[in-house]
RNA sequence: GCCCUUAUAGCUCAGUGGUAGAGCAACCGCCUUGUAAGCGGUAGGUCGUGGGUUCAAAUCCUACUGAGGGCACCA
């Protein structure tokens, strides 16, 4: 005698067990042909499921966010279903609903083009016309098992022995077709839509470890309707306008080349950018306290293996060697032992710490060619690195200090929503268990001093320490992690840092590693593509283009422009023997935020028309008054605050 | 590193076995111009590199290099 109690309360009671179609049919027809699928006390299943005990249901529509995540799943299986019966002999894997879509792995000798995806959306299509119901058996392991060995899908047959003991090994059916599952699925392929389209084929290796075989992936979009499929490609369409590889070369700003693979050729714009960016963090550390060094490229190897990275990173280290001279030297791939060789130093003091020391650590990895990823993943960076060298009781401290630093900078910068993720020890790692208590303990105390709620991370902090991660979300919804703070007791010891304390022993340091932008080429690529390349005045590489009109206002554009880099600010004069409109026009595709216009009324009047970038506006002001307007809006964010206090 | 795709003029692209093309940009000239492309002309490419097939290769095959999308990696 189930009673089903529904979201608003009610409570419908029942003879026997009934399936959440009857359920809904009981309900009202509407219900009936809108449920997908239903929740049972918090658990989404299929709808033809049967409620054999009490329970809390609620139906599942196509609006709810559950359906797209069904939808998609089912999208997979209906992929899978149109690849066998195209491509006999291809094996299924395992096709989750994944963000935006889903994906299918198989394999297959021959992998799959994109020229196939014609044929296999037109085959999906018809599998979902078809209106297959989806039908969930529970089979025995051994008859599973036995069942895909027997269709050569050795694949799934692993999966199946997988699987823990005591699960129910449940099948689903589409029609002729059918897979392996834990479901649930809507009701029938018909469900699925026709607001799908494949995407893209990769590689993938099986179960993820680059010693399986590759698989071939069919990577697929999938929505509610068609207008959130436009709405999505059109996302993907404003993702490549933005795309900062594109802005980089529309706007100068930087290019790559073969023979330096991975590494940034800075135009005269773009470096301006980068700089404007050094500038503002060098500022910032500054007025936080710290201590800005700089430490040699080429590092004998000795150094290395004493800080255990020749171990554990030598395969991606650029290795130097001379001819005279029998010696080792690795270009460096991160600053921390450097560091610690400025801290040793000399003997430290207990009096000298927090001691907080940073660089603008220009690093050589060499990265998988694969990883590469225009500024986003290179070969060549600089790093906003720090190291603050503390007692373990100052880590909460400097913690707090840490995230206000990086909250302030982000904020400045232009970015609001923050993440912070908690990534605790890795498999492979150095120091003792003990040490890793210690140390994430510790860090831990940290964030609930300072009050940071972060997610946990399992398994992904650095070799040598916890981390914490923080990850900025950009203005189309992107996340990006950039920010680090991590807490090392390993390396002082290994490379024997010590303090005097006020007992007059030696001591050993905490060190934290902390970045905030992580690297600029980086973070430059994240702030090209948050902006479009419509940067605010104080970042634009070109701040302001004077235009004329007619020649005889050409030398009053060349006087307007010097006033204005009298004033600090970046500008050209566009006295060009050109038609206004065309100079609008190439200067507004260049991004340039403000053109100011000059003509003979403008030269007499000794005024100028200035026109934003986006706007069809102009507003009329005198040349002074505009020298200061400028000049006070590209002041940059912090150094604004410093005026106004 | 692995899988797929890809490489033609500075940029965007056309050209699928038979004498390399367009638009924009560049350069030259005319126009002195009022807020997103004024008009005309000129120049520019051993078709990524090396092999191969063919009477003939930008086009087909192959290797390498770079790039793009994933996977794996990311101190």
Redesign the pocket.
């Known amino acids: 005698m189930p009673a089903i109690t529904l979201p608003d309360g009610s409570v419908r009671s029942f003879d026997g067990p009934v399936t959440g179609t009857t359920v809904a049919e009981s309900i009202g027809a509407g219900l009936a042909r809108a449920a997908l699928a239903m929740e049972v006390d918090g658990k989404l299943c299929d709808i033809s499921r049967e409620i054999v005990a009490d329970a809390g249901v609620r139906f599942v529509t196509r609006k709810d966010p559950e359906a797209l995540e069904l939808i998609r799943h089912d999208a997979a299986h209906v992929l899978a279903e149109a690849v066998q019966s195209l491509f006999p002999g291809t094996q299924v894997t395992i096709g989750p609903s994944?963000e935006n879509g889903f994906?299918y792995d198989f394999y297959r000798n021959?992998?799959?083009?994109?020229?196939d995806f014609a044929a296999i959306e037109q085959r999906m299509k018809e599998i979902v016309a078809e209106a297959e119901p989806f039908v969930r058996e529970v089979w025995p392991r051994d008859q599973a098992i036995a069942f895909f060995e027997e269709k050569g899908e050795r694949f799934k047959a692993e999966l199946i022995r997988d699987l823990p003991a005591g699960e129910d090994i449940s099948v689903y059916r589409q029609g002729e077709w059918l897979d392996l599952c834990r479901g649930p699925h809507l009701r029938t392929t018909k469900d699925v839509g026709t607001a799908f389209k494949l995407?893209?084929?990769?590689?993938?290796?099986w179960r993820?470890?680059?010693r399986n075989p590759?698989?071939?992936?069919v990577?697929g979009t999938a929505w509610r309707d068609q207008k959130e499929l436009d709405a999505h490609l059109h996302q993907l369409e404003e993702a490549e306008r933005r795309?900062h590889?594109?802005i980089g070369?529309?706007m100068s700003l930087f290019h790559?080349?073969?023979e330096a693979?991975?590494q940034v050729f800075w135009h005269h714009k773009g470096w301006r950018l980068y700089t404007a960016l050094q500038d503002y963090m060098r500022r910032a550390q500054t007025r936080h306290g710290y201590q800005e060094v700089k430490t040699p490229q080429l590092v004998d190897r000795g150094l290395?293996e004493a800080s255990g990275?020749w171990d554990?990173?030598?395969h991606?280290?650029f290795i130097a060697t001379v001819e005279d001279e029998d010696k080792t030297l690795a270009l460096k791939?991160?600053n921390?032992p450097c560091h610690v060789q400025i801290f040793r130093h000399g003997l430290r003091s207990y009096r000298e710490l927090p001691l907080r020391m940073a660089e603008f650590g220009s690093?050589h990895?060499?990265?998988?060619?694969?990883?590469?990823?225009?500024l986003m993943?290179v070969r060549g960076f600089v790093q906003d690195d720090a190291h603050i060298f503390c007692t373990e009781d100052q880590i909460a401290d400097e913690t707090v200090k840490f995230v206000k630093m990086l909250y302030e900078v982000y904020q400045d910068l232009g970015f609001e929503h923050v993440r912070v993720k908690f990534a605790d020890r890795?498999e492979?790692r150095a120091g003792s268990d003990e040490t890793w208590d210690k140390a994430e303990s510790a860090l831990k105390e940290a964030c609930l001093t300072a009050g940071v709620e972060y997610e946990h991370n399992p398994g992904?902090?650095?070799?040598?320490g916890p981390?914490l991660e923080f990850v900025l979300r950009d203005a189309i919804g992107r996340d990006w992690q950039c920010g680090?703070l991590?807490v090392d007791l390993v390396l002082p010891d290994r490379l024997d840092a010590s303090f005097i304390g006020e007992d007059s022993a030696r001591h050993r340091p905490v060190m934290l590693?902390r970045a905030i932008l992580g690297s600029f080429e980086r973070f430059l690529g994240i702030l090209i593509e948050q902006h479009a390349g419509r940067f605010p005045l104080w970042l634009a590489p070109v701040q302001v283009v004077v235009?004329?009109?007619?020649?005889?206002?050409?030398p009053y554009a060349e006087e307007v422009a010097a006033a204005l880099r009298d004033a600090g600010l970046s500008v050209e004069a566009d006295t060009?023997?050109?038609?206004?409109?065309?100079?609008?026009?190439?200067h507004?595709?260049a991004r340039v935020p403000v053109?100011l216009?000059?003509?003979?009324?403008?030269?007499?009047q000794r005024t100028?028309?200035?026109?934003r970038?986006?706007?069809?506006?102009?507003t009329?002001a005198g040349l002074e008054e505009i020298v200061q307007q400028l000049k006070a809006e590209a002041t940059p964010p912090d150094l604004r605050k410093k005026s106004t206090h």
């Open positions: 994944i994906y021959q992998p799959f083009t994109p020229e995407m893209k084929v990769a590689g993938a290796y993820g470890d680059h590759m698989l071939t992936r990577y795309d590889r594109r070369r529309e790559f080349q073969e693979v991975g290395w990275h554990k990173y030598r991606h280290m791939p991160m921390c690093c990895r060499y990265e998988p060619s694969g990883a590469l990823h225009g993943r890795p492979e992904e902090g650095a070799f040598y981390k680090t991590q590693h235009a004329s009109i007619v020649s005889d206002a050409a060009r023997n050109d038609k206004i409109n065309a100079k609008i026009r190439e507004s595709v053109i216009v000059v003509g003979r009324r403008e030269a007499e100028v028309a200035m026109r970038l986006g706007s069809q506006d102009q009329m």
